[in-house]
Each structure stands twice: as structure tokens, then as C-alpha cells.
């Protein structure tokens, strides 16, 4: 008994440590990119006073331009700035967006409500069939299903994301007319009253284009995994013992493949979101990313901000849940290395 | 036959890559100022004898604009890739060499990969201002980490080396056991690295050229062709959309395939 709680008590520590590890350096790798991406924005030749004047450049005096550096701080040095910004930062405010007019958190907020459903499916559905078809193929090497099911995937791996979405409008929407072409909803209706059969119709050809894209690194990866596995010693006993391929894929082949598979997945929706910047583009669905776009077309420069930090919490939020999940589902894996 | 053989199937990929490649090059010179001859008596043709690929709104020849577009991008991702290599080679280098530099370049490593590729890049061709120097220089800043990472594993790796040690206790300095035990060493390595990022680097050039970061609208970059064609999608024009798209992506497979088959190879 007593020697069940000192053990409980020594994991929960190891754990404990580990997760305060893991929170320490992604608050690090969260201030770097604050840092950079600040940076970058202080490099750029655009003015900020052009950017946030707009047409109305024409009709200010220099006098008045230099109030308005003086009133947004532009005439502090660079360090002076980036505290200022990161107080702000720190204290929930991301500053203001002259695009949307609107407070950059709030931008961020509707936007990625919309996206999430867009990212939320691909994902599901990439995760799910990358890994179903990886294990397929790789359960028979050489196989004819095999064959198919590599080539798909080498050749939408080298696929331009934009190409494929191009291409899905092209044959869905404008010649078989089944999907409409843009957009979250029908035009001229109001985005509360669309109703929730409209939003999935809308919904359907970026979902299944940003997954199909997705698909090819799952499936790659877990052929390869499944590739080894089938190769191992313990494949080799169980078919000299008279287990069928099936049986051996099913029964050992997909607990070797799911952990990477899952890793992976988590792994890589930093991909993801870059996939969804460029398919809402094409679809001009009002996401996330076509905030990014327009932000950065429009030298928006909080909001561009707002948005590299948020998308780095994501993918490092996402990474963390990688690295987690290891331990939850692989007790051999110990705690220390969370 | 060929399926069995690494080296045969790599020399083979070699082989159409570099054929591609030539032919890519000899087109620069046949085409002249052909991708943008407008012939206003041929608006918007689609593909048939007289012109190959159709024809945009313009009356410009598409095959030309594809063929024109696949040589920026292929110079683009040619020196984009190089230079990223470059990169790896020299901040794994400085990883080896001591903990600090170590730890300084793993946390820019962590840094750069928690931005998602296209938002980093976004944000680096909004820092030069766009065009092409922007995007060759924001393509190589983003690419390098993966590569970084398996360069400074290898180091590691060597520095254990018998002959390494062995140079060290014979008093050679570190810099001497880096340029002459262990760069040549890391030279294939680097080869395949660059290789591989290609077609990353070309996909990623598009994209940026495509959401209108890169390139300028006035050269005939696959991501301005395709950028064009989203315009009259709707009208039913599909070859816009279809053959620089397509140029694109057997470009990259080619790449790619010789990318992997080398590796398999070597």
C-alpha cells in the first residue's frame, strides 16, 4: 500500500515537472516568435503611417503626420516599442485592425470560429483516411492497391494545394454545378439566417480538398511504419505460427502505425492552416486565413501580428498534445521525457 | 527490372530531370518575347492546333506563359534551395561546435517551426517588400530547419568518429577536423538535403506568387498565371487554371522523385 502511494506520488511529480517543462519552453518559443515576427514588421519598408492614413495619405501635413507618430509611439526607439507592444500584449490587447475596423482579438475571434469547422473537418478526415489507406497499403507491399495507393499519395504530395482547389471549383462548381463557388453562405443573405444544411454545402468542396491534400504525409508515413512492422521478427512469428496477413495487420501492424500516425497528424497542422489560407482563398471563404492575406495585402499590421502569434500557439498547443499523447497511449515511454 | 536496382531507378530519374531541366533552359532561349505577345484577334481561345494550351485574356499564348512561368520557378527554387542549405550547413556547423550555440540554434529551430510555413513567409516577404529577391530570400529563411536538424544530428553522430578523435588528440583544432574530416563527410547529405527542399521551395514560391506576395503581376510566374485564372473560373475558361498547374506539378514530382530515389540510392 505504501509503496503504491510513493509511486503514485514520484509520477505525479515526474509529470508534473514535465508539463512545467514543456510550458516554460513553449512560453520561450511564443516570446522568440513575438520577437521575430516583431521584427520583421519594424524591417518592412511600409510606413505605418501610410498604412494606417490609407487613401487620406494625400491630405496630411508632415506636421500632422509627426503627431500621429507621437500619439502611436512610431518616434520610440525599436526596443521601447516592442515592450510597449508586449505589455499590451500581456494584458489581452492585440492592438487594433484598420482593415476590419475592429479590435484585432475580435477579428481573430469571428474568423477563426468560421475556419474552425473548415480545419476541424480536413483534419478529421485526413487523420482517419491517411492513416486507413496507409495501413491498407502497407499490410501488402507490391500489392496492386499498394501501387495505387502510393502513387496518390506521392503525386498529391507534390500537388500545389491551390492547383487541387482550382481545380475541385472548376469541375464541381462551375461544370456539374453541384457546390456553389464562394463563400460561407448563399450571397445577399444575412451570415445569421444561413441555415446549417447551406453552411455544410459551402462547407464540402474545401473540406474534402484541404483533406485530400492532407492525406498523402499521413499515408506515406504509415505505409512506411506498417512496411516495417511486416518485416519485423514478431510479423514473422505470427506467420510462422499461421497467422494470416490480415490478421497480423489488424491485430499487431495497426498498434505499431497509430502512434506515429497520431503524432503526425498533431504534428502537422501547421500545414494544415497553411493549406486553409490558400483554399479559402480560392474559395473566398471569409476565414482566418483570408484575414491573413488581406492583413498582409493591406499592411494591416496588428492584425498580422495577432495572427502569427495566435497561429504559433496553435500549432505549438498542437505539438504539445503530440508529445502528450505518446505518454498517455505508450505507458513505456516514461514520464520523465514528456 | 528497374525496381529492384536504387541506383539504376535514381540514374533514371536523373536522367528525365535533367532533360526537363534543359529543355526548360532551351525554351528561355527559343521562346524570345513570345509569353507576352498579345494577339487581340484570339482572346481567350481554347486549346486547339493553333494554339497549344488556349489562349488567356490577352490573347496570349498560355503554352509559352506555362513554359516561362516553370523557368522562374524553377531559377527561384534553385537558388532558394541552395541558399537554405547553406544556411543548415552553417548554423548545424555552429551547433556542434559548442552547448550554447547548441541550445540558441535548436530554440530558433523551435521558433521558426511553430509558425505555420506560409504565415512565416507572409511575414518575411512583407518585411522586404515582396518581389522576387523577397521570395528566394523568404523561401531559404523557412526552409532550412529540417534540414539543420539532420545536418547537427550527423554531427554529433561523427564527432564520436574513431578517426575524429583521433585527429583531435593528434592536436588538430576544431576548425581543421570540421573543413577536412567532417564537411566532406556531410556534402551528400547536403546534396540530398537541397534536393528534397526543391520542390518544397517551388510549391511554397507559387503559393506566396499565387496570394500575391511574391512575384510582381507582370512576370508570367505560375502563382500569376494561376492568380489570373481564378478571374474567369467562373466563365468556364478552364485551361487558365489547368495546364500551368499541371506544368508545376510534374516539375515537382520529377524533383521529388530524384530527390528520394538518390537517397535510396546512395
Known sequence: MALDVRLINFITQELAQGIAKRLARLTLVLLCVALVSFGLMMASPIDPIDAYLGPQMAQVSPEQRELIAQRWGFDAPPVVQFSHWLRQLLSGDLGWSHVYNQPVSEVIGQRFQRSIALLGGAWLLSALLGFSLGVVAGAKEGSTLDKIISTYAYITASTPAFWLAILAVLLFSVFLGWTPTCCAGPTGILSQQVSLAQRLHHLVLPIATLALLGIANITLHTRHRMLEFMRSEVATHA??????RLDVAWRHGIRHACLPAMTLAFASLGELFGGSILIEQVFAYPGLGQATVAAGLRSDIPLLLGIAL?????VSIGNLMADSLYGVIDPRIKLGDL | MIRHQPRLRAL???GITLLLIMGLIASQWLLGDTPQQMQFD????PPSLAHWFGTDALGRELWARTLAGLSISFWVGCLAALLSTLIALSLAALAALSRRLDALVSLLIDTLLSVPHLILLM????????GTQAVIIA???THWPSLARVLRAELLHLRQAPYVRISRALGKSRWFVLHSHLLPHLLPHCLIGALLLFPHAILHEAALTFLGFGLSPSQPAVGVLLAEAMRYL????WWL???????????????ARLGSNLRRAL
Open chain 1, 239 to 244: 506467420f510462422a505460427q499461421g497467422a494470416s
Open chain 2, 123 to 130: 511575414l518575411i516577404a512583407f518585411a522586404l517588400g515582396g
Open chain 2, 241 to 255: 487554371g489547368v495546364f500551368p498547374g499541371l506544368g508545376l506539378l510534374i516539375m515537382v514530382l520529377c524533383f
Open chain 1, 310 to 314: 495566435f497561429t504559433a500557439l496553435f
Open chain 2, 42 to 45: 484570339a482572346r481567350l481561345a
Open chain 2, 234 to 237: 467562373t466563365g468556364g475558361y
Open chain 2, 12 to 14: 533514371l530519374s536523373a
Open chain 2, 139 to 141: 523561401v531559404a529563411a
